[in-house]
């Protein structure tokens, strides 16, 4: 039973990151109808960039922070130089996600060039240790989850309560109705894979925080955790990317401390393969994302 | 063969749902053999669903479909094509990357190459038939006034080209029930009257069709028999200048 | 046998079976439009084969490595059970296809097979040796009594032969009136299906015969290195291949003959080329990664259609 409180714990910290990185990836497709699988490379960049201010002494959470907005730059620049005119031109949705995987591949191996094959630390990081209900945490991982619940919060907030948000679940469900209400859909893309880049920067510096050691594995290991939580809810649907990080993060580590420890990757995989199969739009998934998944 | 007299489809208490309505709720109506049976009904009446149904691109929730008298509910697309229920698209499904000839060759039914003696056996098992298929395809090509455009890409025809490639290819498919989604949009009036003159040939020659359209003008010149849909329903069956004077499909088009 | 010599076996080994895979992707993904980014597990699939029919079982042969098989089969038989496995590997990868969802959903489910199947490789221990992979004691050695220069010339042999099986098989796919089918799938399956194609069948047929492809790859490839570990398929393998793909021309097997000419040979061998910059260990191959993915993007975006693009054969227009 102890064994059973002290997973569910693990599996929430986990799941917190992989909440914060599916909610970043299912928005990314929400918005431009892409599999952005770059999105983990990204992650590393973000992973990297909290490396070097952290062995500059800057303290890891403004490290996450500055990060975050690195990464946002990036892949807003990546999305209207690269992304939007290859959609624009009408190619195929799976020639773009070979250009995503190939520019994953070239910005992982460029970070190796630059940084090392080595395995990175970001040092002690913990802080002192928390018991919760019987649950194990560590004061970094309780940070992380509570920055994970307000990052949602202010997502949910901001798409919800303001204009903005409007005009992004107006752009994500019908682009062309949204330009035709005057909307700026080209502007409000950019603002969402701002955000959403955002997200995956201070996700892959959250990733590094709560790990030993890392290399320039980590996001393409993390993405498909990310990917499973986020087609689990709903692709396209932040809120069901949230409830899909922690369903996947706790079963990942149920499945660790009950069998082989090996088999914390395969439970993802297998949730991503089953949900595809048998229910590709998600427990939450919203009718115009559906349509799209389709042939 | 049972029912080779009678209709050669049969529509039974039909229901689908889509997108969270009832898209059908229960249609039933049968299609004349030998005619041009038109499909109408205002915009979100059900019709192109009804139509995906019968053609066996969407599964039924509930109902019956029943062609020559044969129960063919819930048959895939390329189950019933084989049965000689061939369908063409709204918007014009062409092979782009093939040539316009081979876009018809494609379609020729029970193809000696497609088989597993035929990738053994080679050019000397499937050559005769294919030039037989070549023939047929240059001659409807010809009929079609597209011989010139044979060996061009589909992906670069014009709009009018491509959906009169479509045609050609269900043609090609010998067919015994055409089902055909509003075949005439988009095409230059010539083009329509063209298409329209062939319908009539076809169903003359025992080709049977089922029409879905727009255009009530259209409707009353080749259809023998129409069927009116709106909200899921089947609200009249009959020929198009009885219906036209009957209330409630004059309503239905008002409101619908 | 000089270094160059040697090193020119070596090349042309890569290419002979770097062609069959790509012959056998181009034939998945270029002619039939299956977007299977796991196509790596087939070689995968073919090499673990060939190594588990070829070696004698765990215990006799020492027992310093754990497997399931060991049947100590001749080459051709562990050849022919690397093509079987290739074949039944790639059909299982295509039922995950078979969903009616977006292409690109179905190639990240294909890929997520691929790492699935890595994965459970690497973990299950006894299955194949796990992380550590196998290796082929003694190793195949044809023509034995003669000189190792001649051996090494005649597996060449032995590749050149099976390329050219390979290639008069695949053409029985691409060409004829099954070729044709085949695009139409590819080019749009549901008016395929309109017309009377069946596609679960036709698509898992041809994931068994790109499979088939890819196992014999595999199987020759690992019969010439003596060893396979699960670091040699990693998903990236794919890429390459892919990349070769699309350069040389989708649809194109001449074109894709080409393209793995350019993009394995010149390309990945090229790299290894450049002076030594740094004293770091990997370099070239990682800078190797970096110009694939660049050449990748590059002719998605200037020229996707490939050197050599598909070309449909002329029935002669005029009346």
């Given at each position: 039973m102890q064994l059973l409180i002290e997973a569910i714990g693990f599996g929430i910290a986990s799941g917190a990151v992989i909440a914060l990185g599916a909610v970043g990836f299912s928005v990314q497709f929400g918005m431009s109808n892409v599999l952005n699988i770059t999105y983990g490379a990204l992650m590393t960049l973000g992973a990297y960039i909290g490396l070097f201010l952290i062995d500059r002494g800057i303290s890891a959470w403004v490290a996450l922070a500055i990060s975050g907005i690195v990464v946002g730059v990036v892949s807003v620049a990546f999305n209207r130089g690269l992304l939007a005119p290859l959609v624009k031109r009408g190619t195929r949705a799976f020639a773009i996600v070979i250009v995503t995987v190939s520019a994953g591949v070239v910005l992982q191996y460029v970070i190796v060039v630059f940084a090392g094959a080595d395995a990175k630390s970001y040092g002690e990081q913990s802080g002192q240790t928390f018991h919760l209900l019987g649950m194990v945490l560590t004061a970094s991982e309780v940070n992380i989850i509570v920055l994970a619940a307000v990052l949602m919060l202010g997502l949910h907030l901001l798409l919800t309560r303001t204009t903005l948000g409007r005009a992004m679940r107006a752009t994500a469900s019908n682009r062309i109705l949204a330009q035709s209400c005057g909307i700026a859909t080209d502007r409000i893309s950019d603002i969402a894979w701002m955000l959403s880049g955002m997200l995956c920067g201070a996700a892959g510096v959250a990733l590094a925080i709560t790990t030993v050691s890392f290399d320039f594995s980590l996001g393409a290991v993390f993405l498909i955790p990310m990917i499973a939580a986020a087609v689990l809810g709903g692709i396209g649907q932040p809120y069901g990317a949230m409830v899909g990080g922690l369903v996947v993060g706790i079963a990942s580590e149920l499945a660790a401390a009950f069998t082989n420890p090996a088999y914390r990757e395969v439970v993802a995989f297998g949730i991503l393969i089953v949900m595809l199969l048998v229910r590709p739009h998600g427990l939450f998934g919203a009718a115009w994302a559906t349509r799209r998944l389709m042939a | 063969m049972s029912g080779a007299r009678g209709p050669i489809l049969e529509v039974e208490d039909l229901v689908k749902h889509y997108g969270g309505v009832r898209a059908v709720d229960g249609i039933s109506f049968s299609v004349e053999r030998g005619a041009i049976t038109g499909l109408i009904g205002p915009n979100g009446a059900g019709k192109s669903t009804a139509l995906n149904v019968i053609g066996g691109f969407l599964p039924p929730d509930s109902g019956r479909v029943l062609l020559d008298g044969e129960d063919v509910t819930g048959e895939p697309m390329h189950r019933l094509a084989r049965r000689g229920v061939v369908r063409t698209f709204q918007m014009a499904?062409?092979?782009?990357?093939?040539t316009t000839i081979e876009n018809l060759l494609v379609a020729?039914?029970?193809?000696?190459?497609?088989?597993a003696m035929g990738l053994v056996g080679g050019k000397r098992f499937w050559g005769g038939q294919e030039t037989e298929h070549l023939e047929r395809a240059k001659e409807m090509l010809s009929a079609f006034g597209m011989r010139d455009k044979a060996?061009?890409?589909?992906?670069?025809?014009?709009g009018g080209q491509k959906r009169a490639v479509e045609t050609m290819r269900a043609l090609m498919a010998r067919p015994k029930l055409l089902l055909l989604d509003e075949?005439?949009?988009?095409?230059s009036p010539s083009l329509s009257k063209q298409l329209e003159d062939l319908f009539l040939e076809l169903a003359h020659d025992g080709l049977s069709l089922l029409l879905v359209e727009h255009s009530l003008d259209t409707v009353e010149r080749l259809c023998s028999k129409v069927v009116v849909m709106a909200q899921g329903r089947v609200l009249a069956e009959g020929r198009m200048s009885e219906l036209r004077t009957r209330r409630e499909v004059q309503d239905a088009y008002v409101i619908g | 046998m000089g270094a160059w010599e040697f090193y020119l076996i070596v090349l042309l080994v890569y290419l002979g079976t770097d062609l069959l895979a790509a012959w056998g992707l181009n034939l998945e993904f270029g002619v039939t439009g299956v977007a299977n980014l796991g196509y790596i597990v087939t070689i995968a699939a073919g090499a673990y084969a060939y190594v588990i029919c070829t070696l004698d079982s765990p215990a006799s042969a020492g027992g310093f490595q754990q497997y399931?098989?060991?049947?100590?089969?001749?080459f051709p038989i562990a050849l022919a059970g690397g093509v079987v496995a290739g074949s039944v590997v790639g059909v299982l990868i295509g039922i995950t296809g078979l969903k009616r969802l977006r292409q690109d959903y179905q190639a990240i489910a294909m890929l997520v097979v691929s790492l699935m199947a890595a994965t459970v490789v690497t973990a299950d221990t006894p299955f194949l040796n796990g992380n550590a992979g196998l290796v082929i004691l003694p190793q195949f050695a044809p023509l034995?009594?003669?000189?190792p220069e001649l051996q090494r010339w005649v597996y060449v042999g032995i590749v050149a032969v099976c390329c050219v099986a390979g290639y008069l098989v695949l053409r029985r796919f691409t060409t004829g009136p099954i070729g044709r089918t085949l695009r139409a799938v590819r080019d749009d399956e549901y008016a395929a299906a309109a017309i009377g194609k069946n596609i679960v069948v036709l698509r898992l047929v041809v994931q068994a015969a790109g499979g088939a492809l890819g196992g014999l790859s595999g199987a020759l490839l690992v019969g010439f290195i003596g060893g396979w570990s699960p670091g040699a398929w990693a998903y990236v393998e794919t890429l390459a291949l892919l990349t070769a793909v699309i350069v040389g021309g989708m649809g194109n097997d001449r074109g894709v003959s080409i393209g793995t000419f350019v993009i394995a040979i010149l390309l990945l061998q090229g790299v290894q080329f450049l002076p030594q910059i740094s004293s770091r260990l990997g370099l070239k191959e990682d800078l190797g990664w970096i110009v694939l993915g660049t050449v990748t993007i590059l002719f998605i975006w200037f020229r996707p259609q490939g050197i050599l693009p598909e070309r449909r054969p002329k029935y002669g227009a005029s009346p």
């Amino acid at each position: 039973m102890q064994l059973l409180i002290e997973a569910i714990g693990f599996g929430i910290a986990s799941g917190a990151v992989i909440a914060l990185g599916a909610v970043g990836f299912s928005v990314q497709f929400g918005m431009s109808n892409v599999l952005n699988i770059t999105y983990g490379a990204l992650m590393t960049l973000g992973a990297y960039i909290g490396l070097f201010l952290i062995d500059r002494g800057i303290s890891a959470w403004v490290a996450l922070a500055i990060s975050g907005i690195v990464v946002g730059v990036v892949s807003v620049a990546f999305n209207r130089g690269l992304l939007a005119p290859l959609v624009k031109r009408g190619t195929r949705a799976f020639a773009i996600v070979i250009v995503t995987v190939s520019a994953g591949v070239v910005l992982q191996y460029v970070i190796v060039v630059f940084a090392g094959a080595d395995a990175k630390s970001y040092g002690e990081q913990s802080g002192q240790t928390f018991h919760l209900l019987g649950m194990v945490l560590t004061a970094s991982e309780v940070n992380i989850i509570v920055l994970a619940a307000v990052l949602m919060l202010g997502l949910h907030l901001l798409l919800t309560r303001t204009t903005l948000g409007r005009a992004m679940r107006a752009t994500a469900s019908n682009r062309i109705l949204a330009q035709s209400c005057g909307i700026a859909t080209d502007r409000i893309s950019d603002i969402a894979w701002m955000l959403s880049g955002m997200l995956c920067g201070a996700a892959g510096v959250a990733l590094a925080i709560t790990t030993v050691s890392f290399d320039f594995s980590l996001g393409a290991v993390f993405l498909i955790p990310m990917i499973a939580a986020a087609v689990l809810g709903g692709i396209g649907q932040p809120y069901g990317a949230m409830v899909g990080g922690l369903v996947v993060g706790i079963a990942s580590e149920l499945a660790a401390a009950f069998t082989n420890p090996a088999y914390r990757e395969v439970v993802a995989f297998g949730i991503l393969i089953v949900m595809l199969l048998v229910r590709p739009h998600g427990l939450f998934g919203a009718a115009w994302a559906t349509r799209r998944l389709m042939a | 063969m049972s029912g080779a007299r009678g209709p050669i489809l049969e529509v039974e208490d039909l229901v689908k749902h889509y997108g969270g309505v009832r898209a059908v709720d229960g249609i039933s109506f049968s299609v004349e053999r030998g005619a041009i049976t038109g499909l109408i009904g205002p915009n979100g009446a059900g019709k192109s669903t009804a139509l995906n149904v019968i053609g066996g691109f969407l599964p039924p929730d509930s109902g019956r479909v029943l062609l020559d008298g044969e129960d063919v509910t819930g048959e895939p697309m390329h189950r019933l094509a084989r049965r000689g229920v061939v369908r063409t698209f709204q918007m014009a499904r062409v092979f782009g990357g093939l040539t316009t000839i081979e876009n018809l060759l494609v379609a020729a039914p029970a193809q000696r190459g497609e088989t597993a003696m035929g990738l053994v056996g080679g050019k000397r098992f499937w050559g005769g038939q294919e030039t037989e298929h070549l023939e047929r395809a240059k001659e409807m090509l010809s009929a079609f006034g597209m011989r010139d455009k044979a060996d061009e890409q589909a992906r670069n025809l014009s709009g009018g080209q491509k959906r009169a490639v479509e045609t050609m290819r269900a043609l090609m498919a010998r067919p015994k029930l055409l089902l055909l989604d509003e075949p005439m949009a988009g095409l230059s009036p010539s083009l329509s009257k063209q298409l329209e003159d062939l319908f009539l040939e076809l169903a003359h020659d025992g080709l049977s069709l089922l029409l879905v359209e727009h255009s009530l003008d259209t409707v009353e010149r080749l259809c023998s028999k129409v069927v009116v849909m709106a909200q899921g329903r089947v609200l009249a069956e009959g020929r198009m200048s009885e219906l036209r004077t009957r209330r409630e499909v004059q309503d239905a088009y008002v409101i619908g | 046998m000089g270094a160059w010599e040697f090193y020119l076996i070596v090349l042309l080994v890569y290419l002979g079976t770097d062609l069959l895979a790509a012959w056998g992707l181009n034939l998945e993904f270029g002619v039939t439009g299956v977007a299977n980014l796991g196509y790596i597990v087939t070689i995968a699939a073919g090499a673990y084969a060939y190594v588990i029919c070829t070696l004698d079982s765990p215990a006799s042969a020492g027992g310093f490595q754990q497997y399931v098989g060991g049947f100590g089969l001749p080459f051709p038989i562990a050849l022919a059970g690397g093509v079987v496995a290739g074949s039944v590997v790639g059909v299982l990868i295509g039922i995950t296809g078979l969903k009616r969802l977006r292409q690109d959903y179905q190639a990240i489910a294909m890929l997520v097979v691929s790492l699935m199947a890595a994965t459970v490789v690497t973990a299950d221990t006894p299955f194949l040796n796990g992380n550590a992979g196998l290796v082929i004691l003694p190793q195949f050695a044809p023509l034995s009594d003669q000189d190792p220069e001649l051996q090494r010339w005649v597996y060449v042999g032995i590749v050149a032969v099976c390329c050219v099986a390979g290639y008069l098989v695949l053409r029985r796919f691409t060409t004829g009136p099954i070729g044709r089918t085949l695009r139409a799938v590819r080019d749009d399956e549901y008016a395929a299906a309109a017309i009377g194609k069946n596609i679960v069948v036709l698509r898992l047929v041809v994931q068994a015969a790109g499979g088939a492809l890819g196992g014999l790859s595999g199987a020759l490839l690992v019969g010439f290195i003596g060893g396979w570990s699960p670091g040699a398929w990693a998903y990236v393998e794919t890429l390459a291949l892919l990349t070769a793909v699309i350069v040389g021309g989708m649809g194109n097997d001449r074109g894709v003959s080409i393209g793995t000419f350019v993009i394995a040979i010149l390309l990945l061998q090229g790299v290894q080329f450049l002076p030594q910059i740094s004293s770091r260990l990997g370099l070239k191959e990682d800078l190797g990664w970096i110009v694939l993915g660049t050449v990748t993007i590059l002719f998605i975006w200037f020229r996707p259609q490939g050197i050599l693009p598909e070309r449909r054969p002329k029935y002669g227009a005029s009346p």
